[in-house]
């Protein structure tokens, strides 16, 4: 079964620390694979999108990799600020398919 | 500019009823989609449209029922209203189909159902 699993499932950091979140897929064969950000009560927005022979992709503070071997992606977050609180979502495409498969997410929360 | 909108951002209805939710998008893309979020904030894709045709009906009971007038709106109509059709509904659009190409989002419909 196509599957996207995403940890931790709750993060809680202090403004200006690192963090890293981790995708875990069996989506097969693979297309490519989003990372997208959720505010509370606004919907999704895509931060980058990694192809197959992508290993790292970075957008401002906020890089993503991805290991196709181990079908492993993360994103890893830079000097974390106060507007980085949110969920986020990775998403795989399968090659040949218009469905995406949506991971649950990762709510992260950044204190002051 | 709203790239994509949604109206109403709040719907609280009863048990039963029948209610729409309308989607336009003015990114000049020819697909759109709805998604319904759950309580847990998982994210499932319900219907695509492309070029005002239906591409993906994901076992959605036939209550819901979508419409393209035309490539800039997707409306959703939901009858008969049950308890757990309470969710955030999403419509989001993207220039072509397939996983390359982003979705952009719209706000979400909170739909409470009593």
């Known amino acids: 079964k196509n599957q996207v699993e995403q940890s931790p499932q709750s993060l809680i950091i202090l403004e200006g620390k690192n963090c890293t979140l981790q995708?875990?897929?069996?989506?097969?064969?693979?297309?490519?694979l989003r990372w997208y950000k959720q505010d509370t009560g606004r919907g999704p927005v895509s931060l980058t999108i990694?192809?197959?022979?992508?290993n790292t992709k970075s957008n401002g503070r906020y890089t993503a990799t991805l290991d196709a071997d181990t079908k492993q992606s993360s994103l890893h977050i830079t000097a974390s600020q106060l507007s980085d609180s949110a969920s986020y979502i990775c998403?795989?495409?399968?090659?040949?398919?218009?469905?995406?498969?949506f991971g649950r997410g990762t709510s992260l929360i950044v204190h002051p | 500019d709203t790239a994509v909108s949604q109206t109403p951002k709040y719907l609280v209805t009863q048990m039963g009823n029948d209610k729409s939710i309308k989607c336009e998008q003015n990114?000049?893309?020819?697909?759109m989609y709805w998604y319904k979020q759950d309580s847990k904030k998982f994210l499932k894709i319900m219907f695509s449209?492309?070029?005002?045709?239906?591409?993906i009906n994901e076992t959605v009971p036939n209550r819901f029922s979508p419409k393209s007038p035309d490539k800039a709106h997707l409306n959703l109509h939901i009858n008969s209203l049950e308890l757990g059709d309470s969710a955030v509904y999403f419509c989001?659009?993207?220039?072509?189909?397939?996983?390359?190409?982003?979705?952009?989002f719209g706000p979400g419909t909170r739909l409470t159902v009593l």
């Open positions: 449209y492309n070029n005002k045709e239906l591409i």
């Open positions: 998403v795989v495409n399968k090659g040949g398919s218009y469905i995406p498969t």
């Open positions: 990694m192809t197959f022979s992508e």
């Open positions: 989001a659009s993207s220039q072509g189909t397939g996983g390359m190409n982003e979705q952009f």
């Open positions: 995708c875990n897929y069996t989506v097969s064969p693979f297309s490519n």
């Open positions: 990114l000049g893309h020819d697909t």
